[in-house]
């Protein structure tokens, strides 16, 4: 412990005499960093995007820096720790019903989400965190500081992670045009950009001083990535890079932070970034996550990406790490829709091209789990690829034999595809 805190004084050090970072949050940026929403499943239900998409006031927040105390609904808190205490599958359900009910306001239900994080068992306390992350809660960001400091290692990662994505609140999915980005933050929030603009450099500010200070390796890990995924990508790979933070961070760490900077922009000069870390990713465990991060970043939205030696990079890694689920299940299959979008994302520029490289991957599946899998995937992202198809009988030849599988998984696996593929092909 003495030894990591003599390296977190080299950080402070290097922070504040190299990259300045707290200075650069300070500074008036007239074209902030905008980094993509991440989109994995929250508590393995929902995306941050399909919330946004239901809930019309998710965006309606105040983040004045006076708002330091929240008023909360005491019946809201009532029936929120009596859906934690449920068991999972009860829980899970009442807590989705829970978060995309309009009739109750958003600001209410992360106020009552923050409260109930201080009850109960730990695991539930998480699993109120991990909801309250989906909101972005960016107006509770000085109580979420609050928490912080009397938190357990545990539940501070997850406080880590509801402060980056309310830092998040004016990010988007994908890897989108900075002018449209900046549009659309005009589009939403108006005269309250500056406001949201102090806020985020507030949770910056916070979770820069975090990296100096924090004594659990594992939760410093959190928020030293959150950070560097904040800075601009020259300051960023400088910090990465630094004899202080290879000190104190794994190999395996430092390669995915890397990989992660590298994407926020996937831009041709990043081609030997690229590289390098795919040279360096032996450990299966690693080429999974960074398999997750790019379906996180290209998969969750059907748009075009720009072709460079880059992009090419990513897509013949993603080619030779196909995500290989154990189970034919509605979670497996969103998956995989994931990673069937960002492949055809990176692979070609039209949608007519994407989708005749998609349709070309499917149909090279022969194989009844597989196949299934990716039809279920489509029936959530591209259905039309199916749609009154010639291969949708191809498709079938393959299902029908796998319902009398001994896995019963492959069996309910093939019955949805086929199912699916019989009411698409009516439409």
């Known amino acids: 412990m003495r030894m990591l805190a003599i390296v977190l004084m080299a950080l402070m050090v290097f922070v504040f005499g190299g990259i300045l970072l707290i200075h650069y949050f300070s500074e008036k940026n007239d074209k902030p960093k905008l980094a993509a929403v991440p989109s994995t499943k929250i508590n393995g239900h929902f995306t941050n995007a399909e919330l946004r998409a239901g809930l019309p006031d998710y965006y309606d927040i105040s983040v004045a820096s006076s708002v330091k105390k929240t008023k909360v609904n005491s019946h809201i808190l009532d029936q929120i720790l009596a859906a934690l205490a449920l068991p999972d599958q009860g829980r899970d359900i009442a807590m989705q019903i829970f978060m995309f009910d309009q009739s109750i306001p958003r600001r209410k239900k992360a ?67 900075l002018g449209t980005v900046g549009q659309a933050r005009i589009d939403l929030f108006g005269d309250r950009l500056p406001e949201i603009d102090r806020a985020k450099l507030e949770i910056a500010n916070f979770l820069s001083a975090t990296v100096l200070t ?33 000190q104190i961070l794994s190999p395996d760490f430092i390669a995915q932070s890397g990989f992660r900077i590298a994407l926020s922009s996937l831009s041709a000069d990043q081609a030997p970034h690229l590289q390098a870390i795919f040279n360096r990713s032996d450990s299966i465990e690693l080429k999974q996550q960074l398999v997750l991060d790019t379906t996180t970043l290209f998969g969750q939205v059907d748009e075009e990406v720009e072709r460079n030696a880059a992009s090419d990079l990513v897509f013949r890694f993603l080619m030779e790490n196909e995500p290989i689920p154990e189970s034919v299940d509605p979670y497996s299959s969103s998956d995989y829709a994931s990673w069937l979008t960002a492949v055809g994302n990176l692979h070609a520029g ?60 492959i069996r309910d696996g093939a019955a949805a595809a086929i199912a699916i593929l019989n009411v698409t092909r009516k439409k």
């Open 214 to 246: 924090e004594p659990d390796t594992e939760v410093l890990q959190m928020a030293l990535a959150a950070v560097l995924r904040m800075l601009p990508q020259d300051s960023a790979y400088a910090m990465l890079h630094s004899v202080e933070v290879r």
């Open 111 to 177: 106020s009552a989400l923050l409260q109930a994080s201080r009850h109960g068992l730990i695991e539930q306390q998480g699993y109120a965190l991990d909801l309250l992350s989906a909101l972005a809660p960016i107006e509770l960001r000085l109580e979420l500081m609050e928490a912080y400091k009397a938190a357990q290692p545990g539940i501070k990662e997850k406080l880590v992670t509801v402060l980056e994505r309310a830092w998040l609140i004016d990010a988007f999915p994908a890897a989108p045009n």
């Open 350 to 409: 039209s949608q007519k091209d994407r989708d005749a490289f998609r349709a070309k991957h499917i149909t090279e599946a022969k194989d009844p789990v597989r196949t299934a899998i990716y039809i279920l995937a489509l029936d959530k992202t591209a259905t039309d690829l199916i749609r009154n198809s010639p291969q949708a009988d191809i498709y079938l030849t393959w299902l029908y034999p796998a319902l009398s599988n001994p896995d019963q998984g």
